[in-house]
C-alpha cells in the first residue's frame, strides 16, 4: 500500500500535489526541448547557444521541482526526503541532481569542451528518465490504490 487513509489525505489536500502535477509535465516538456537541441548540436553542430542555455533552464525546473517535491512530500509524509514509500524515488532524484548541477559547473567553469560538457548534459538527462519513470510507475500505482486506473491494462 502507497498511502495510508490519513496520508491520502493529506496527498488530496495539499496544495503542493497540484504544483507538482503542473511542474512535472513542465519539466518533460523543458526537457524534450532540450534534447532537442543537445542532440541538434552534437548531430548537426547548430544551435549550441541553445543547447548549453536550455540545459541550464532544465536544471532550474529540476531544481524547483526538487524543492516542492520535498514540501510535498513534508505535507503528506511528514519528512522532507526519503520517506518510506518514495525512498528509491528519491536516492536516484539526488543523483539526477547532482548530474544537472554537474552539468551547471562544467559550463560556467568552462571545464570541459563543449561536446564532453552536452555529454554530461545527457547523462543527467538518461538518469532524469529512469526517474521519470520510477515516479510514473508510483503514479500508477496511487491511482490504482483510489480504484482509478489512469493507464487501464490492454486485453489481447
Same mark, same amino acid.
Given at each position: ?21 503542473? &511542474?512535472?509535465?513542465?519539466? %518533460?516538456?523543458?526537457?524534450? $526541448?532540450?534534447?532537442? *537541441? +543537445?542532440?541538434?548540436?552534437? /548531430?548537426?553542430?547548430?544551435f ?16 524547483l ?15 522532507? &526526503?526519503?520517506?518510506k514509500? %518514495?525512498?528509491?524515488?528519491? $536516492?536516484?532524484?539526488? *543523483? +539526477?541532481?547532482f548530474l544537472? /548541477?554537474l552539468?551547471?559547473?562544467?559550463y ?8 564532453s560538457?552536452?555529454f ?12 521519470a519513470?520510477?515516479f ?17 491494462e +490492454?486485453?489481447?
Amino acid at each position: 500500500m502507497l498511502y495510508t487513509q490519513k496520508e491520502r489525505i493529506r496527498r488530496d489536500n495539499t496544495k503542493w500535489t497540484l504544483v507538482q502535477g503542473v &511542474l512535472a509535465p513542465l519539466q %518533460f516538456v523543458v526537457f524534450l $526541448v532540450s534534447l532537442y *537541441f +543537445v542532440l541538434n548540436y552534437l /548531430l548537426h553542430g547548430t544551435f549550441l547557444h541553445a543547447a548549453s542555455i536550455s540545459v541550464v533552464i532544465k536544471t532550474f525546473v529540476l531544481c524547483l521541482i526538487m524543492v516542492t517535491g520535498s514540501l510535498w512530500e513534508k505535507a503528506v509524509f511528514d519528512k522532507y &526526503l526519503f520517506a518510506k514509500p %518514495f525512498y528509491w524515488e528519491d $536516492v536516484v532524484s539526488i *543523483f +539526477v541532481v547532482f548530474l544537472h /548541477l554537474l552539468y551547471l559547473f562544467v559550463y560556467f567553469m568552462d571545464f570541459l569542451s563543449v561536446k564532453s560538457q552536452l555529454f554530461v548534459a545527457l547523462l543527467a538527462y538518461f538518469a532524469y528518465v529512469i526517474n521519470a519513470i520510477q515516479f510514473l510507475f508510483k503514479f500508477k500505482l496511487a491511482r490504482n490504490q483510489n480504484g482509478k486506473n489512469l493507464f487501464p491494462e +490492454v486485453s489481447s
